[in-house]
């Protein structure tokens, strides 16, 4: 595998998602990056923080936003393990993302099932890296919680 290929990138969105998944959250993992470099991090974390808008995307824009003080991305890509939703993709259009790659479609909540012009229109959307993965762990997490 490619050094800073788009698979290197998810599979650190994975090990985030990971993180959530040992923490009993979603398993849903992100990372912003920036020149090849990660300057931004996030994994579901609404059940610990008991915020609905704490999702691994909105937590990720934050760290990289403050990393860069600026408020626009439009130099970064977002890689995160499961299509946005509709909050995440509002969120994503006002910091002006300048790409979004994703392993998973969100059939039920993703940002496309309602629209896709909720994504800023300069930003470029990549699907499917990494799908199987991203999907396992999700059946995988859901399938834990049904036991309990």
């Known amino acids: 595998m490619e050094l800073y290929s788009h698979e290197y990138f998810m599979n650190q969105a994975l090990k985030e998602a990971q993180k ?10 992100a990372v ?7 300057i931004g991090r996030g994994h579901n974390q609404t059940e610990k923080l ?3 808008t704490a999702h691994a995307e909105m937590i990720a824009i934050t760290s990289a936003t403050q990393y860069l003080g600026n408020r626009y991305l439009d130099q970064c890509t977002l ?4 299509e946005p939703c509709v909050m995440c ?4 259009y006002w910091s002006q993302i300048g790409g979004i790659v994703y392993g998973a479609p969100d059939l039920k909540r993703g940002y496309s099932t309602v629209s896709d012009k909720i994504i800023h229109p300069k930003t470029q959307v990549i699907s499917g890296i990494k799908a199987e993965e991203c999907e396992e762990l999700i059946r995988s997490f859901f399938k834990k919680l049904r036991k309990k």
């Open 32 to 38: 912003v990056v920036c020149q090849n470099k990660i």
């Open 89 to 92: 993709g509002g969120g994503l």
């Open 79 to 82: 890689y995160v393990t499961l």
């Open 20 to 29: 959530a998944y040992e923490e009993d959250e979603i398993p849903v993992g």
């Open 50 to 52: 008991g915020d609905p």
